[in-house]
């Protein structure tokens, strides 16, 4: 069942993002990334490595964590339902079999879609600052949401509700998504929304390169809201996850613009070098 | 509201009743006191605030909405409430080991037999920790008609568990919800006589019958804990235990609510005529045991010589023996103080006292009728040499301690488990994966016996996230069964195909809401008649489970309970103060004044009483 979800994913993304590339990208940066790709992913490099390296700590930790969670963290979903109490149920006025499918498909895919294509948009560009920027920025999202999931112990609304939300709930309409879900997390990881905040990252950047990709600043925002509503509307996350989110994107986005280009391997090198109790390079 | 507690049944005296009481207090404040983290309080304006412990969703969709429609008529009646979700382990963990909660929705496994009601209400366990008297509840009527109705038979017996069920239904320590009724699915393509046994006994996955080339069994579970832990004492790990029968055997197994001889061969009962009224023994059963059975192939089980062979693994009458000492004592008296199992307490007091006759011989002495001594000899036979070894060693350095259902012996995982059963441990992932596999020494594969043997070479149950996501695998043919019980919302969506069978069996399993009776204000039996009065038992039966469920006054079937116990449109003992599910709030605020409880000007319930 699992295999047939992301076979079913890869397929819907490996036919959006070629058509975006085409619609958003054009031509002449493309032809130019042909000639520059070498050099660009030699300085973005490092930025590549530091994400791979934190989404496999998550792989491991999204499994081990839960039990260090469990000694250590904070059982907050009684808080989180003290305070917004049936908030979520907001979206009851607008629920209708359309809306769910809607959201359902956003969730699943458009979030998928919305991670993956900037990456490849913002490498077509001369300059790979915004590239690294976004890669830190995803890297920062995800080191920091995993620190407070260890730290948080919540259920999402849908597993306190599920009577009110039966009817919208993602894995009553589409049982096999949890196979997915169930593979990528578990069910008290939901503050903050990591969904909200790596779809508000994009958008953040796609307001930033607007003048680069005039076409995507309003897809990637419709997309990115989208998300954030279909947290809450497939009961998933409660509205405070998604607030947290909000602020960690914005923490993300602006860190990433102090930390990018702070260091550069060679002079960290070098300073390294330096405080080595030995000569080096006297001449 | 008052309700006269001298039963007429017994003739207990109120002085001894009183009595009971004031033990009960003692018990509430001493022991274990300092584990006990007091959740219940007052909010700063003096308001009573408690909090009502259950499972989320994920793990049990009806629990969760029984909560909070109390919390939602708990609330109307001016009380602060909060609800705290935990996962099953961990909602085990609260409420029977360390008794860290104020009410608590649970879904009870309850038993073939009435007896289980020994374990939890009688006083004598009320500082326990583990599956006995979880509440904390004392009272000498309930022990008096408890301890006489296991002593009796037939129409006698009836009557004191009818009396049982009455002081239950007036005392409340819990209060019964309702009885849902118990589903599966069962693909038809590869096996055959899916109806033939319950899949919550060891019958249900020995009876069905392969197609030909058919040499696995693919069965979903929805609870993923028997992947991490395979421990037969564990209290918290699993409600029913039907995977530790598949791999440990018991004297006596359980089909169609009968116990049937399994690993006994044979077994002689013998009444005794107690000498002076009712002390003493007044069963005794001699056990002959199947010769020649052998447990799992495990190197802990080799001798001194460290080399396994069949002679280390033989089962005789000492495991047998040993498995009862051990129930009653895991630190087999080597601690200060004992540690009885946190399971299997009724089965075990029971029993008096074990007698090895011979290599294959054994002699009980029961202080109870036939069908209670029976259902003590459906514990899960564990084998000597391995379990004393692990209290010898942890005994050797002196300094030894085995806080009830804490230690070791009872929160180890046990993987791999070491028993004798039909099937063996094979391998697990955890979260994911549980795989057995035909154990071939197994008794049943004789040709001189007739009972059911394992059908495959191999059994592997698979988690799966849902049960919505269990029956649609089922119904694409990719898994045989569903272990777990069905979610009510998944019923009426069950594809009606000839390929999938749906398995139906009337549940003798309960939702209960339970107190803890040591804390104030559930100490009082009529807030707790006030707070049963909220719940709204036909409704949450109509909403919560679309009709597939009974609602209840008692925590057994019908056959048991007396005609005045009977459901019959409303709870016969405290009806739901409202109707359609609505709660008349005047005058559920005017029980708990009655049961002299006060509020303040803006209509909250006032903690301090």
């Given at each position: 069942m699992l295999a047939e979800v992301l076979t079913q994913l890869a397929l819907v993304i490996s036919i959006l993002v070629p058509m975006s590339v085409i619609v958003f990208i054009g031509r002449e940066r493309l032809a130019r990334t042909r000639s520059e790709w070498r050099s660009r992913l030699r300085t973005a490099g490092p930025v590549i490595a530091v994400l791979i390296g934190v989404l496999l700590v998550n792989r491991v930790a999204r499994q081990t964590a839960p039990e260090l969670s469990r000694q250590i963290?904070?059982?907050l979903s009684g808080a989180f339902y003290e305070l917004?109490?049936?908030?979520?149920?907001?979206f009851q006025s607008i629920q209708t079999p359309e809306t769910t499918a809607y959201f359902s498909t956003i969730y699943v895919y458009g979030y998928t879609f919305l991670l993956i294509f900037p990456v490849i948009a913002y490498f077509?560009?001369?300059?790979t600052r915004i590239f690294r920027r976004l890669l830190t920025a995803y890297t920062l999202n995800y080191a920091i949401g995993l620190v407070l999931y260890i730290l948080v112990v919540a259920y999402g609304p849908r597993n306190l509700m599920p009577g009110e939300l039966m009817e919208r709930m993602l894995y009553n309409t589409n049982p096999q998504y949890q196979y997915l879900t169930s593979e990528v997390n578990t069910?008290?990881?939901?503050?903050?929304s990591l969904h909200t905040s790596l779809s508000a990252t994009v958008a953040t950047f796609a307001w930033k390169t607007r003048s680069e990709f005039p076409k995507w600043f309003p897809i990637a925002v419709v997309l990115a809201a989208s998300v954030a509503i279909s947290t809450m509307y497939l009961g998933i996350h409660w509205a405070l996850d998604v607030v947290a989110g909000t602020m960690l994107a914005a923490a993300c986005v602006s860190l990433s613009d102090r930390l990018?280009?702070?260091?550069?391997v060679a002079e960290l090198s070098a300073q390294f070098a330096d405080r080595l109790p030995w000569p080096q390079n006297q001449d | 509201m008052n309700w006269d507690p001298t039963s007429p049944d017994t003739g207990v005296s109120r002085r001894s009743f009183l009595a009971a009481g004031a033990a009960g207090a003692t018990l509430a404040t001493s022991g274990c006191v300092d584990s006990v983290?007091?959740?219940v309080g007052k909010t700063v304006n003096g308001q009573l605030s408690l909090s009502i412990t259950t499972l989320p969703a994920d793990a049990d969709r009806q629990g969760i909405q029984i909560a909070r429609q109390l919390e939602a008529n708990l609330q109307q009646v001016g009380i602060d409430v909060s609800i705290d979700m935990r996962s099953p382990s961990e909602l085990l963990k609260a409420v029977?080991?360390?008794?860290?909660?104020?009410l608590y929705v649970g879904h009870h496994p309850a038993g073939?037999?009435?007896?289980?009601l020994y374990e939890m209400l009688?006083?004598?366990?009320?500082?326990?920790?583990?599956?006995?008297n979880p509440f904390g509840f004392t009272n000498m009527v309930f022990d008096t008609l408890l301890e006489d109705q296991r002593r009796v038979d037939g129409a006698q017996r009836k009557r004191l568990v009818q009396s049982v069920l009455t002081a239950l239904a007036k005392s409340k320590p819990f209060e019964p919800i309702c009885r849902p009724d118990e589903y599966r699915v069962a693909s038809t393509d590869r096996f055959?006589?899916?109806?033939?046994?319950?899949?919550?006994?060891?019958h249900g996955y020995l009876e069905p019958e392969p197609a030909d080339g058919v040499n696995e069994l693919l069965a979903l579970k929805t609870d993923s804990r028997p992947t991490s832990n395979l421990?037969?004492?564990?209290?918290?790990?699993?409600?029913?235990e039907t995977i530790i029968q598949l791999l440990f055997d018991s004297l006596v197994t359980v089909h169609e609510g009968e116990g049937q001889p399994w690993l006994a061969e044979d077994i002689t009962w013998t009444a005794l005529e107690p000498?002076?009224?009712?002390?003493?023994?007044?069963l005794t059963a001699t056990v002959s045991l199947r010769e020649g059975c052998l447990f799992h192939?495990?190197?802990?089980?080799?001798?001194d010589d460290e080399q396994l062979a069949d002679e280390d693994r033989r089962l005789t009458a000492e495991d047998v023996a040993f498995t009862y000492r051990f129930l009653k004592d895991t630190s087999l008296g080597r601690a200060p103080t004992p540690s009885p199992a946190p399971r299997y307490q009724s089965h075990v007091s029971a029993v008096d006292r074990v007698t090895v006759d011979s290599e294959y011989e054994l002699t009980f002495s029961m202080n109870a009728s036939r069908p209670v001594a029976k259902r003590a000899l459906t514990v899960p036979i564990l084998p000597k040499q391995f379990w004393r070894g692990l209290v010898d060693r942890r005994a050797a350095d002196g300094e030894f301690t085995a806080p009830q259902g804490r230690w070791i012996a009872a929160?180890?995982?046990?993987?791999?488990p070491i028993g004798s059963g039909p099937y063996q441990f094979e391998s697990r992932i955890e979260e994911d994966q549980l795989v057995l596999t035909r154990?071939?020494?197994?008794?049943?594969?004789?040709?001189?016996v007739d009972l059911p043997s394992p059908p495959v070479d191999e059994l592997r149950f698979d988690i799966d996230p849902s049960s919505a996501s269990a029956v649609r695998r089922i119904a694409d043919g990719n898994?045989?069964?569903?272990?777990s019980m069905l979610d009510a919302y998944t019923l009426d969506g069950?594809?009606?195909?000839?390929d999938v069978e749906q398995l139906h069996r009337p549940s003798r399993t309960f939702y209960h809401l339970g107190f803890n009776v040591r804390n104030a204000p559930f100490s009082n039996t009529h807030f707790r008649r006030a707070v049963a009065q909220l719940i709204p038992k036909q409704t949450i039966v109509d909403d919560v489970f679309y009709g597939y469920a009974t609602p209840t006054a008692?925590?057994?079937?019908?056959?048991?309970?007396?005609e005045r116990l009977?459901?019959?449109?409303?709870?016969?003992?405290?009806?739901?103060?409202?109707s359609n599910g609505e709660l008349n709030v005047a005058a559920a605020k005017a029980a708990f004044e009655t049961a002299g409880f006060r509020y303040d000007d803006n209509g909250r319930l006032l903690g301090g009483y």
């Open positions: 963290g904070f059982r917004e109490g049936e908030f979520i149920l907001i077509t560009l001369s300059d069910n008290t990881n939901v503050f903050p990018v280009g702070r260091w550069s | 983290q007091n959740v029977l080991i360390e008794h860290d909660f104020d073939y037999d009435p007896d289980f009688h006083s004598s366990f009320a500082t326990e920790a583990g599956w006995q055959d006589g899916w109806g033939e046994a319950a899949l919550t006994t060891r421990n037969p004492l564990s209290a918290t790990m699993r409600e029913r000498a002076d009224g009712e002390q003493g023994p007044t192939a495990d190197e802990r089980l080799a001798g929160t180890g995982d046990h993987v791999p154990f071939d020494d197994h008794f049943t594969l004789r040709d001189d898994a045989d069964v569903t272990a069950i594809p009606d195909s000839s008692t925590p057994v079937t019908d056959e048991w309970a007396p009977t459901w019959d449109g409303e709870d016969p003992v405290t009806p739901f103060l409202g």
